[in-house]
């Protein structure tokens, strides 16, 4: 099988190389493309083409001087080399065959016979420069050459004076960046604009060497401007200009940049208004900052007013290290008006926090002491329940007291009526006494003033319906809240401790009257079922989720609970029943109903 054969186009031309790419693909080469000389010597050396096109006008090394150098490489110099270039004339025909070339295909290529004059150069065509025109054209291309290197050299020289004047504007730039960043630091805590503008101000006239400087900035206020004049020695606070000044709204109009210097300043309008105030002066190079503001493009924040001798104009590097620290300065004066005014802003709140803290005791007093006179005026109103309480059991006492005198008196004469009657008032005597005791008891209970903890026999009717009473007075039945009770247990006596019972009742009222939105009625119930006691509380709360209504009497139960707003959770009163009513062989239980939720005790009576 034959091997393909390779050509090498070296060509800066991407047109020209599709060109030539398309015909000679079309004919059966495989075609390679460089786009500069000394690419397309490398891949010369690596494919070892069978033919190279050439271009003689290319980017750094031209044609003629590839064209030697592949005549030097010992692999390469027997390469067949055509010339392909726009120059047409005998001379570059045969200056291209003394560099190297062994043909030459003028520019623009013709489709119709390329392909042929290509094959003709592979089947060994060469071209050679007449013996008598050899010498004359070698002056020629040694002419060229040197003409090419010194325009090279030129190119050099050039490029390294620029890359020498950009090395030292880096230098510039770099210690301008070094000053601007400690200096940044150094106003970290600074909190004063004046001071700030002036640091920066000065930094700017040693950098530039300003021996004049006018820099103003718009008073927050926003009703006129204020700033600061350098004149040789310090900076001095310059003259306030009104808000609408001829000078300021002229700023206006200035270019995007809001940059002026040399006779494009004096050329401008705004030119004369400084100096009629003696921002600068004919004698002197002048640069003209005009400062936007950086939230708001179209507002003037401040302006600053350069001025050194005029045989030193202001280079634009400066111009632009000048804007650089007119922009930190902007950012440094906002950044120390904000945290001032974030301290003012905490003061304010400290302030306002301690009247609130003051207030907020004041108004604890007044709740602590409106509670005490509500409690005064529950527990009056309780004492006066009692007392009305404790009027017919009294008068029970001193009716019966007065008529077992009478009886002592005639009992020789009323022989058996009286010792019927004796007994009937006896009774009623102690019916009174334990109805007066029963309501001392819880009173005493409530004051601290009595034992709790010993047992004793209760009627838990009575035990409820003074406790409840006691629960009003203390707050815990909320006011305007009605307890309907229904007691229709018919054994209702049991041998414990009157504390826990009081305790329980308290209990399940606390856990009646919570949740998102408390009723205002609860209904109370008892009854008997063989020898056990039954207590009924049913509330108008509000539902509990079933997942919360397992664990209601699980201790601590509301760890496990989700407060959810809205939602009513069991709350802690509950497990407090069930461990009470452990030591009654009691029972606790709950359930939704209706609006709310039921509770139910049972617990054996003997």
Same mark, same amino acid.
């Given at each position: 099988m034959t091997q393909a054969i390779k050509i090498l186009c070296i060509e800066d031309n991407p047109v020209n190389w599709r060109l030539v790419q398309r015909l000679l693909t079309q004919a059966g080469y495989v075609m390679h493309w460089a786009e500069e000389g000394l690419k397309g010597f490398e891949m010369a050396l690596d494919l070892q083409p069978d033919l190279i096109l050439l271009d003689i006008n290319l980017p750094g090394l031209s044609g003629f001087e590839i064209a030697t150098k592949f005549r030097q490489h010992t692999d390469l110099k027997q390469t067949p080399i055509v010339a392909l270039t726009a120059k047409t004339q005998k001379s570059d025909r045969d200056t291209a065959l003394v560099a190297g070339c062994d043909g030459f295909i003028p520019k623009p290529i013709d489709p119709f016979t390329f392909v042929k004059q290509v094959e003709a150069y592979l089947a060994g065509q060469r071209e050679h420069v007449e013996k008598s025109r050899e010498g004359a054209v070698l002056r020629n291309f040694n002419v060229q050459m040197l003409d090419h290197l010194e325009a090279q050299l030129n190119e050099v020289q050039e490029a390294n004076t620029k890359l020498t004047s950009a090395q030292r504007e880096l230098e510039i730039r770099n210690q301008s960046l070094s000053g601007l960043l400690t200096l940044g630091q150094s106003l970290l805590g600074e909190q004063d604009p004046s001071v700030? #503008?002036? /640091?920066?101000?000065?930094?700017? =006239?040693? *950098?530039? =060497?300003?021996?004049?400087?006018?820099?103003?900035?718009?008073? %927050? !206020?926003?009703?006129?401007?204020?700033?600061?004049?350098?004149q040789g020695e310090r900076f001095e606070v310059a003259p306030t200009l009104q808000r609408d000044h001829p000078f300021c709204s002229r700023m206006l109009f200035l270019s995007e940049n809001g940059i002026l210097q040399g006779n494009a300043l004096r050329n401008h309008r705004i030119w004369d208004e400084g100096l009629s105030l003696g921002f600068w002066s004919p004698a002197l190079e002048t640069s003209l900052l005009v400062l936007k503001d950086r939230q708001v493009g179209h507002e003037i924040?401040?302006?600053?007013?350069?001025?050194?001798?005029?045989?030193?104009?202001?280079?634009?590097?400066?111009?632009? #290290? *000048?804007?650089?620290?007119?922009?930190?300065? #902007?950012?440094?004066?906002?950044?120390?008006?904000?945290?001032?005014?974030?301290?003012?802003?905490?003061?304010?709140?400290? !302030?306002?926090?301690? =009247? *609130?803290?003051?207030?907020?005791?004041?108004?604890?007093?007044? /709740?602590?002491?409106?509670?005490?006179? $509500?409690?005064?005026?529950?527990?009056?109103g309780l004492l006066y329940k009692i007392t009305h309480r404790l009027v017919t059991p009294v008068q029970v006492l001193d009716r019966q007291s007065i008529e077992l005198e009478q009886l002592i008196q005639v009992r020789h004469t009323l022989g058996e009526e009286a010792c019927l009657?004796?007994?009937?008032?006896?009774?009623?005597?102690?019916?009174?006494?334990?109805? &007066?005791?029963? #309501?001392? /008891?819880?009173?005493?209970?409530?004051?601290?003033?009595?034992? %709790?903890?010993?047992p004793e026999y209760l009627d838990l009717h009575d035990l409820m319906a003074q406790e409840l009473e006691l629960l009003a007075a203390e707050g815990i039945v909320p006011s305007g809240a009605?307890?309907?009770?229904?007691?229709?247990?018919?054994?209702?006596?049991?041998?414990?401790?009157?504390?826990?019972?009081? /305790?329980?009742?308290?209990?399940? &009222?606390?856990?009646?009257? !919570?949740?998102?939105?408390?009723?205002? &009625?609860?209904?109370? =119930?008892?009854?008997?079922?063989?020898?056990?006691?039954?207590?009924?509380?049913? $509330?108008?709360?509000? %539902?509990?989720?079933?997942?919360?209504?397992? *664990?209601?009497f699980e201790p601590f139960n509301e760890l496990h609970q989700q407060v959810v707003i809205g939602i009513r959770s069991p709350g802690p009163s509950l497990p407090f029943c069930k461990q009470l009513l452990a030591a009654y062989d009691g029972q606790i239980g709950i359930r939704n109903e209706g609006e709310g939720t039921a509770v139910q005790v049972q617990f054996p009576l003997h």
């Open positions: 700030i #503008l002036v /640091k920066v101000l000065d930094q700017v =006239r040693a *950098m530039v =060497r300003a021996s004049h400087i006018v820099a103003y900035r718009l008073h %927050p !206020s926003g009703g006129y401007w204020e700033g600061f004049q350098w924040w401040g302006f600053w007013a350069l001025s050194r001798v005029a045989e030193e104009p202001f280079e634009p590097l400066e111009v632009e #290290l *000048m804007a650089l620290h007119a922009s930190h300065a #902007l950012v440094s004066i906002e950044n120390a008006e904000l945290i001032h005014s974030l301290q003012e802003s905490s003061r304010a709140l400290a !302030s306002s926090y301690e =009247r *609130m803290e003051g207030s907020y005791q004041d108004l604890q007093n007044a /709740k602590a002491e409106i509670s005490r006179q $509500d409690r005064r005026e529950l527990l009056d009657r004796a007994p009937q008032s006896i009774a009623e005597i102690r019916n009174a006494v334990s109805e &007066i005791e029963g #309501l001392l /008891k819880a009173l005493l209970r409530r004051v601290n003033k009595d034992d %709790p903890t010993t009605e307890v309907e009770t229904e007691f229709a247990a018919t054994e209702a006596r049991i041998f414990g401790v009157y504390g826990d019972f009081a /305790k329980l009742l308290q209990s399940l &009222i606390q856990h009646g009257f !919570s949740g998102p939105t408390p009723g205002s &009625i609860l209904h109370l =119930r008892s009854w008997t079922e063989g020898a056990c006691f039954h207590f009924e509380m049913v $509330d108008e709360g509000g %539902p509990i989720p079933p997942s919360e209504l397992a *664990m209601a």
